[in-house]
C-alpha cells in the first residue's frame, strides 16, 4: 500500500503562495496521487489529481517530479477562506479496493492576514 | 447538481444502544463509499460498494457494523452496539463510473458526528 506523509501543519499569510509536499516513496507504477481539501463540519473536497509532471487547474497547481516519490500542491496567493486540512491520497483509480484508500492525517494550513 | 445527502447530521447515543445513518449518493454514481473520521485523524475507508454490490468491506468491524446498498442507490450504516470508541464523523461518499468526469474524483457529504456516552 502507498502510505504518504505530511506535515502536520503550516502557517502562511494571505496574499502568499503557499507549497505542500507529500511523500509517497512506495507509490506504485498505476497510481494516481489526489488532494482533497476539508473544512471543519465538512466532508473533503477534490482539489487536484495528477500522474505525473504538473496539473494545473483554476484552484491550484500539482507538481510530480520523474521519480514520483512525492508532489507539492501548490496554492498561489492563499487567502483567509484556505485555511483548512489538506490530504494526500495515493492510489489507483477506480479504487477497485476500500484497503487500498489511505487518507493519511492531512496537513493542517492556517492563513493569517 | 445536487450533492451527496447524509442524515442525520448528529446523533448522541449511549453505548451498546443502536444507530443507522443514511446516505443518499449524487444521482447516477455507482460507487458508494463510507468512511468513519475519529477528531483529528484523515478518514477512514470503511466499506465501499460499487451499484448494490461490496467491492470490499475488509475495514469494517462486521461484529457491530453493517451497512447496505438496496437498489444500488440509497445506503445505510448500522452500528449495534455502539461503543464510546465509535464517536466519530461517518462520512458517504459517490464517484460516478470510470471514464466519466475525467477523474475518479469522490463527492463527499456533509457527514454525521455521532457522540456515543
Redesign the interface.
Known amino acids: 500500500l502507498a502510505k504518504t506523509t505530511q506535515p502536520i501543519s503550516m502557517d502562511s499569510y494571505e496574499g502568499q503562495e503557499v507549497n505542500i509536499t507529500c511523500s509517497h516513496n512506495n507509490i506504485a507504477t498505476n497510481d494516481?496521487i489526489?488532494w482533497?481539501q476539508q473544512f471543519p463540519?465538512?466532508?473533503?473536497?477534490?482539489i487536484i489529481?495528477g500522474y505525473k509532471t504538473k496539473v494545473t487547474n483554476e484552484v491550484a497547481s500539482l507538481f510530480i517530479p520523474a521519480d514520483r516519490k512525492s508532489s507539492t500542491l501548490s496554492l498561489p496567493r492563499v487567502s483567509l477562506s484556505d485555511t483548512a486540512v489538506y490530504?494526500c491520497l495515493v492510489g489507483d483509480?477506480?479504487?477497485?479496493?476500500?484497503?487500498k484508500?489511505?487518507?493519511?492525517?492531512?496537513t493542517r494550513l492556517s492563513i493569517r492576514p | 447538481e445536487a450533492g451527496?445527502a447524509q442524515s442525520p447530521r448528529y446523533k448522541i447515543i449511549e453505548k451498546r444502544q443502536s444507530v443507522a445513518f443514511w446516505c443518499n449518493p449524487i444521482s447516477g454514481h455507482a460507487?458508494l463509499?463510507w468512511y468513519q473520521q475519529i477528531l483529528?485523524?484523515?478518514?477512514?475507508?470503511?466499506?465501499?460498494f460499487q451499484n448494490n454490490g461490496v467491492?470490499?468491506?475488509?475495514?469494517l468491524p462486521k461484529d457491530r457494523f453493517s451497512a447496505e446498498r438496496l437498489k444500488g442507490v440509497d445506503s445505510t450504516l448500522k452500528i449495534q452496539p455502539a461503543k464510546l470508541e465509535d464517536s466519530a464523523v461517518y462520512?458517504c461518499?459517490s464517484?460516478p463510473p470510470?471514464g466519466q468526469g475525467g477523474?475518479?474524483?469522490?463527492?463527499?457529504?456533509?457527514?454525521t458526528?455521532l457522540t456515543v456516552l
Open positions: 494516481y489526489t482533497y463540519s465538512q466532508g473533503p473536497r477534490f489529481q490530504y483509480p477506480p479504487y477497485s479496493s476500500a484497503s484508500i489511505i487518507f493519511g492525517s492531512g | 451527496v460507487t463509499y483529528g485523524q484523515g478518514p477512514k475507508l470503511l466499506i465501499q467491492v470490499d468491506d475488509s475495514q462520512l461518499a464517484s470510470p477523474t475518479d474524483t469522490q463527492y463527499f457529504g456533509p457527514g458526528r
